[in-house]
């Protein structure tokens, strides 16, 4: 691995790990008590800790903490196979010590953030792929056209992922990321629907390219 290559999978470690340790660690402390943090800081919290990464590290890897964003940045040719499979390992690695932290921190009492589906599978399903759709279409949107300011790239992406949060975190959890269900799952060891968390960002991302590449082409 070159030294370039090397850099940009520590940036995509360290944005992953802030991602579930803040965001994941928002779940937990209102989980263990609900009197230090209100439910809906979580979204924001979410939302906040993508966005100052973002600002943080994305002139470095380009800030995908998302193994379901980097499969459709290779997609779209934005990165090349080096990158892909060095970003994927980089961000599951940065997920599970965020919750191996958690671990560390608060114990095992809790349930590590996890994503937890509350409606039938093919409802879920397709509300992880239809919020991971708009999640990557505003990515792709912000991060490649360049007439947008790169002075409202983090804010954009981190507000779609709040909005996102507020919508159907009460129902899937609202993961969008392979990576974030990943690590709580295997800290606590439940893997429930870990393949519809896995599966269902990709396809979302995999879908908004499509849409975004022939609404380019329309103009």
């Keep these: 691995m070159n030294n370039n290559l090397l850099k940009k999978s520590i ?6 790990f802030a991602l579930v340790f803040f965001g994941c660690g928002s779940m937990i402390l209102y989980e263990l ?12 919290i979410f939302g906040l800790i993508v966005a100052v990464m973002i600002y943080a590290l994305g002139h470095i890897s380009g800030a995908h903490f998302n193994p ?9 040719k934005s990165i090349n196979i080096q990158e892909l499979c060095s970003y994927i ?11 191996s932290s958690h671990k560390f921190f608060w114990g095992a009492e809790h349930s590590f953030g996890m994503t937890i589906n509350q409606l039938t599978f093919i409802k879920g399903f397709s509300l992880e792929v239809l919020i ?16 947008v300011s790169k002075s409202i790239v983090g804010l954009s992406i981190g507000g779609v992922i709040t909005v996102c949060s507020f919508v159907a975190g009460p129902f899937t959890g609202a993961s969008m990321n392979p990576a974030r269900s990943l690590g709580p799952a295997i800290l606590s060891s439940d893997f429930s629907n870990i393949f519809m968390y896995i599966l269902a960002p990709v396809i979302g991302t995999t879908i908004s390219i499509y849409i975004y590449n022939n609404i380019k082409e329309i103009q």
Aim: net charge negative.
């Design 68 to 76: 379901a964003v980097s499969v459709a940045f290779y997609q779209n």
């Design 132 to 147: 991971s759709i708009f999640l990557m279409l505003t990515i792709i949107s912000v991060a490649t056209d360049e007439r």
């Design 89 to 99: 390992p980089s961000q599951i690695m940065g997920a599970v010590v965020a919750s």
């Design 11 to 16: 940036a995509e470690f360290v944005g992953t």
């Design 33 to 44: 008590d609900p009197s230090v943090i209100s439910s809906d800081a979580i979204p924001i």
